[in-house]
């Protein structure tokens, strides 16, 4: 892997997002959009880089939101069909969601019968979140159909005496997952809930879909939806995040120190509690420009962080040389749940963030103390 542009005048901690590498994935999207007539929304809950929005519009057919501010945000910089799903709307909310929002998902029955009167007046197109009771992954944080979970309506507390006004069901049950997962999954919802998608106008099935990933069955994917599509005569939606920026950003940071308590341990100026959550939360290893997993190299470090917490570590990891103080680590694949998870423990300040197009580097956005001041 080679970067195209220069790290030698950048302040690190920073974000860079390589504008070549997200058009590759965004022509990967819209691409399945040409083939099936179905719609892509980008999940903004994985990427909300908004000064990018009007790039991923020429693609993309509009956002989805997990909540107030995203919808508003994608209202503002996408302005195209914004959608939304919250598994409790915020009645304070719920007026200005109805003035941006062209579709609006509830999570119950309940939801939907507070709500109805509102949504119908305005005449918006409404959802029903399902829960299909089918997992297709072993992370339980991330997993909507785990026993117990909060997320969307069940067979048996499904009432079709309710639904009146419904225009289209939502099913969000994957994580980085291929077609096949999700092709069981829609088979498992058909048998419970197939019946009901023939008076729908549209089906929304979520996330999760790794549809930029090198080995993913895009061929397996067009024939699901236009088979969907054919047979219930309704739009089928997709709201990928991550697959829209999938190895398109960089993370980069500087060694400040290496000391030796037993091994070998790199002091980064950034942080894995601060920058890149999903580090600590999945766990997960992020790939490193001219590392490897520890161990497959000469030389091995512990790659750490500058807050005081102990945990706070990215992972061991190996290189053809050794490390020295000043040299810089590039982290790839940082575009997706970074900076939208990015916060100020300790007082570490925010990266800035970076786009690169054709070797030329510019600045999104900076930031100081005044942000961290003015959060709390």
């Known amino acids: 892997m080679d970067l195209n542009f220069d790290l030698t005048n950048l302040k690190t901690p920073c974000y860079v997002i390589d504008v070549g590498l997200l058009k590759q994935n965004l022509i990967k999207l819209s691409d399945i959009i040409k083939k099936t007539n179905c719609k892509i929304l980008l999940a903004q809950k994985a990427f909300s880089c908004y000064k990018l929005y009007p790039l991923i519009g020429e693609y993309l057919n509009g956002t989805t939101a997990s909540g107030f501010f995203e919808a508003k945000l994608g209202f503002e910089e996408m302005k195209k069909e914004n959608h939304i799903f919250s598994p409790s709307y915020n009645e304070q909310e719920f007026d200005e969601i109805l003035k941006i929002c062209d579709h609006i998902v509830f999570n119950s029955l309940k939801q939907w019968e ?62 980085e997952q291929n077609c096949d997962a999700l092709e069981n999954t829609f088979n498992a919802f058909e048998k419970n809930f197939g019946k009901y998608l023939y008076n729908m106008k549209w089906l929304n ?23 969907i599509q054919n047979k219930y005569g309704i739009t089928v939606y997709l709201e990928p995040g ?37 580090v600590l939360e999945m766990p997960y290893r992020p790939p490193i420009l001219n590392g490897d997993i520890a161990g497959k190299k000469e030389f091995t470090y512990r790659l750490s962080s500058v807050t005081c917490l ?25 575009a997706l749940y970074t900076m939208v998870k990015n916060n100020t423990f300790n007082g570490i300040n925010l990266p800035s963030i970076y786009s690169s197009e054709k070797g030329k580097i510019k600045l999104i956005n900076e930031f100081n103390y005044e942000d961290f001041k003015s959060r709390l």
């Open 205 to 227: 099935l979520g996330g999760g879909h790794h549809i930029t990933r090198n080995d993913y069955d895009t061929e397996r994917l067009i024939n699901l939806i236009n088979r």
């Open 242 to 278: 991550e697959a829209a920026v999938l190895n398109c950003g960089y993370l980069i940071s500087t060694v400040k120190e290496i000391v030796n308590n037993g091994m070998k341990i790199a002091i980064l100026d950034t942080s894995a509690a601060c920058h890149m959550p999903d």
């Open 310 to 334: 102990a945990g706070d570590i990215i992972g061991d990891y190996s290189f053809d040389k050794p490390l020295s103080e000043n040299d810089k680590i590039v982290l790839c694949d940082m």
């Open 114 to 175: 507070k709500f109805k009167d509102k949504t119908l007046t305005a005449k918006k197109s409404a959802g029903l979140r399902i829960n299909p009771e089918y997992s297709t992954q072993e992370h339980s944080l991330y997993d909507p159909c785990a026993p117990f979970s909060r997320f969307g309506v069940t067979f048996s507390n499904f009432d079709e005496t309710k639904i009146e006004g419904i225009e289209g069901l939502h099913i969000h049950c994957l994580c």
